[in-house]
Each structure stands twice: as C-alpha cells, then as structure tokens.
C-alpha cells in the first residue's frame, strides 16, 4: 500500500481542517464554485471526479471477465452480498439509527439528506482499493480482477434503479433527470474511455507508466474533493460536530455485517481462503467517489448527503484494514471448515 493509501484517514482530517478554515475564510470562492454548474453537474467536481475515477478504472481488465467460471461459487456469493444486500442493509441500518435511535441528535430536516447519502455509498462496490485490500489478505488476483470487472459492467445498469427504489422506499424525491445523467457521467462514459484507453496503452506499452503516473493525480483529486465539500459543510459541521461520528456508525457496522457474511457464507459453500478473503473485501466494499459524484450533482454541495458521503471517505481505511486482520487472523478457523 503506498504512502497515500496507508495514511487516507489522515490526509482526509487535514483536508476537513482545510475545508473547514478555507470556507470560513475564503466565502465567496467557494460560492462562485458552487455555481458553476451546467444542468444541475458542478462542473469543478466533475473535473475532479473523473480524475479520481479513470486512473481506477484503467486497471480494470474486462477480459480477464471469462476467467469468471473457474470461481464462480465466490463470485456468485461476492454478487449476491454486493446487489443484493449491501444497499438494504445500508438503508435499514441508516433508518434504524437516524431516524430512530439518533433522532434526537439530529437536525429532523436533514435525516432524510443524511440517509440518502449512506444509499449512495452503498449502492455501488469499490472499483480501486479492493485490489490493495486483496493483496493484503493473499487474495487470488485473478479472482479479484474478474469480480471488480464484472461489477463494473452491472454498475452500469444497476446503480440507478437500486438508488431509485430505496431513495422511494426511504420517501425520498427522486430526481431521475439528474440520476440518470450522473450515471452517463461519472460511470457509462468513464468506463468506456477507460476500456479503449487501456487497449492503446496497452498496444503502445505504456500502461503501467502511465498508472503510476495518474496514482497520486485520483488520490489529489479526492482530495480536494473533500476540501471543496468541508468548505462548503464547514459552518454546519462547527456547529453539529457530533453529525460525523453519528454517521459514521452505521456506515462502520454495515462494513463489519456485509463482510463477514460474506466470509461466513464462502465458508459453507467450500471456497478457498485465497478467494473468499477478496469476496469479504469486495462484498463490503464503497465506490465513495461515485456516491460522492452522485451526492453533489443530486442534492448539492451542502447537503447531508454530500456530509454523508464523505464521512465514508474518512472511516474507509481503518474500517477496512480492521477487516484485512479479521480474515488474515481467522485464516486457520476458515481452512478447518472447508470440507
């Protein structure tokens, strides 16, 4: 893990601090940026969410997707936990704690924000820390590389209707309009560029020289990402900074659930350790930078939403390495079991 991935948490407190001192400073530029928009996108995030999103998906190799056979029990478990309940039980829980139990921490107008934005974090798995997550725990790299392939490809199709059907569930208005555009957006069109961008890299040889190269610039992008966010949330924050933590427990106990059931269910179907560790990973896994994309262009720069997000960015590294340990620590506990 490089020096940037191994200290995220960190870089992204300084970043709230930076936000946070920059917007109570410098008001009028980040209002000038908060305007510059073009059918409900803002158009400076989407410059730096692009940037944060190609540099991942370059990495991706699709044809790597017919491997996809030789394991398919984890990858149908890895699906199974990452489509079909990870969203629910990211909603539940954001229900349960929000609306229920930390109601009377909150302000009553922004719960539903507050909810949306876990929605949008789960609704999508990661396309880009899970394969250092994978390393982490010995994963099977082939197995690892199919399955964030084959996520990506249901990502397209997928994203817009599970966030539809909760944001309705949760009694949320949902503005399909601006939904569908960030789907073309931040995955249709970024994926297709990253495919054919791969395919001549590949062909000139420069691929993984341009990989390192654009590694620091998605991690910047992030960033300065949260720095605009924090710049814009930073007087609200200052006032309810009790807000993060709150939020960040159910986003944390989500994590912990959807991995271990998905370590727990790899178990009794047989699957190897080298596989169901990564399937953990994966099963458990945020895309931030779309829910991130998507928070901002649906419901704005200061919304709830947007906040919620981000708490995902701040708690991801710890929570998931915590994780890591888990399977690496259980390793002989899980091989006793596989028949």
């Not at 056979?69 to 954001?94: C, D």
């Not at 396309?127 to 590389?145: K, P, Y």
């Not at 931040?186 to 395919?199: D, E, K, M, S």
Request: with cysteine; proline share 4%.
């Amino acid at each position: 893990m490089g020096l940037f991935a191994r200290y995220l948490t960190l870089w992204v407190l300084l970043c709230i601090l930076a936000g946070i001192g920059l917007g109570a400073g410098l008001p009028g530029v980040f209002q000038t940026l908060g305007r510059a928009e073009l059918a409900h996108i803002n158009l400076p995030v989407a410059a730096l969410i692009w940037a944060m999103i190609l540099p991942m998906l370059l990495k991706i190799d699709y044809s790597a997707l017919h491997e996809g056979w030789h394991q398919r029990r984890g990858i149908g478990v890895t699906l199974a936990i990452n489509w079909l309940v990870k969203p629910f039980s990211m909603a539940l829980l954001g229900y349960v704690f929000l609306r229920v139990l930390f109601a009377d921490w909150l302000d009553p107008g922004k719960i539903d924000a507050y909810i949306a934005g876990l929605i949008l974090l789960a609704a999508a798995p990661c396309t880009a820390m899970v394969f250092v997550w994978s390393r982490l725990v010995g994963g099977h790299a082939q197995f690892t590389l199919t399955q964030v392939a084959l996520n990506d490809i249901i990502m397209i199709f997928a994203f817009a209707p599970i966030v539809g059907l909760l944001l309705g569930m949760a009694s949320i208005i949902v503005p399909w309009d601006t939904l569908f555009l960030s789907v073309l957006l931040y995955i249709v069109i970024p994926v297709l560029l990253a495919y054919i961008g791969r395919r001549m890299l590949l062909t000139q040889g420069w691929l993984d020289a341009v990989l390192r190269m654009m590694d620091p610039v998605s991690m910047g992008a992030l960033l300065l990402t949260v720095v605009l966010l924090f710049g814009f949330q930073g007087g609200q924050i200052l006032d309810q900074p009790l807000v993060i933590l709150l939020l960040a427990i159910p986003i944390t106990l989500q994590v912990y659930f959807n991995s271990m059931l998905t370590y727990w269910l790899n178990r009794r179907l047989g699957v190897v350790h080298a596989v169901a560790g990564p399937s953990a990973l994966i099963g458990a896994s945020n895309f931030f930078e779309l829910a991130v994309a998507a928070a901002i262009a649906l419901f704005g720069f200061e919304s709830g939403a947007a906040l919620a997000t981000v708490v995902g960015v701040l708690v991801e590294v710890p929570v998931m390495l915590s994780v890591v340990g888990i399977v690496n620590s259980t390793r002989q506990w899980y091989e006793s079991g596989l028949s």
